[in-house]
């Protein structure tokens, strides 16, 4: 999947889920994919320097 149709395919996703919620409850839907974004991105982020620690003898993950 090219960038284009990832997000074209995750604007729909967000037009149907918004049909049939609340705003409160999209409120609450979107905070919860928000903070999942960021949790993912510092998992990642950390991997990353671990993996970068690996190969020094200098940090310790």
Known sequence: MN???LTVSITAMANAL???LTNDELNVLGA???Q???TL???ATQRSI???ASH???TQC
């Open 32 to 34: 919860v994919f928000s």
């Open 50 to 52: 671990c993996e970068s």
């Open 41 to 43: 991105t510092t998992i």
């Open 3 to 5: 960038p284009c149709e």
């Open 18 to 20: 918004a049909s049939d």
């Open 36 to 38: 999942l974004g960021d």
């Open 56 to 58: 020094s003898s200098d």
